[in-house]
């Protein structure tokens, strides 16, 4: 076969690509992983029963702003990283912003806090299990977003995994602010960090396997 006519066959049964393909189906991931992330929310730990008075504090949506602010940056990231050759550009500056906002809030706080109560700041009462809390909470979001990310392009793969990783972590970590007690910034700062970078760096490890064209 001549190559003008391998070119022409294969170009026969070319169909138009979806508007909007990439944004799509990661949104429709990022819904999945909600699901996923709010139904093992509630098997493990269930709902919390001052829930309707904590939703009235400025404090709950102060500490909620951080994980949504984190999912719509990594939204973005994700679908740069999605299409094949894309460079991230500002994506990456943008995912970063909010990690970085809530490092320097937290330290700028402990260096006001008097030393004999920094600590307690930092590991509030479950300090032990919140990072692994979030991280488990986030495995749905994950798995949805690999599976997306994998019917798409991406051709630099351990970025596309932390990408993938870093939105998967916030939506967890947006789903365990609906039970977590803790309202100290330093906590946040530490702890909801280390567990969206973790999870990041989980998607980073595994993405060369699972989304290897």
């Known amino acids: 076969m001549k190559t003008r006519d391998l070119v022409a066959w294969l170009a026969s049964d070319v169909s138009p690509v979806e508007r909007n393909a990439v944004p799509k189906r ?66 990456w500056f943008a995912a970063a912003l909010p990690v970085v906002t809530m490092l ?54 351990p970025l596309a995994g932390a990408g993938a990783g870093l939105l998967a972590g916030a939506q967890g970590l947006v789903v365990y602010s609906l039970y977590c007690s803790e309202m100290a910034v330093p906590f946040w700062g530490i702890w909801y960090v280390l567990a969206t970078i973790t999870t990041a760096v989980i998607g980073a490890a595994i993405a060369p396997r699972y989304l290897r064209w």
């Open 104 to 157: 320097l809030v937290t330290g700028s706080i402990l260096l006001a806090t008097p030393p004999g109560y920094r600590l307690q700041l930092i590991l509030g009462t479950t300090w032990r299990t919140t990072t692994a809390s979030v991280i488990l909470l986030s495995l749905p979001s994950l798995a949805a977003m690999m599976h997306a990310m994998k019917t798409l392009a991406p051709t630099r793969l």
């Open 26 to 91: 990661l949104g429709r991931a990022l819904m999945l992983g909600l699901i996923g992330d709010t139904a093992l929310l509630i098997a493990l730990y269930g709902v919390r029963s001052d829930m309707p008075e904590l939703i009235l504090t400025m404090m709950f949506w102060v500490r909620l702003a951080f994980p949504l602010a984190t999912v719509a940056a990594a939204m973005k990231l994700a679908e740069r990283l999605g299409r094949p050759g894309a460079s991230p550009g500002f994506a």
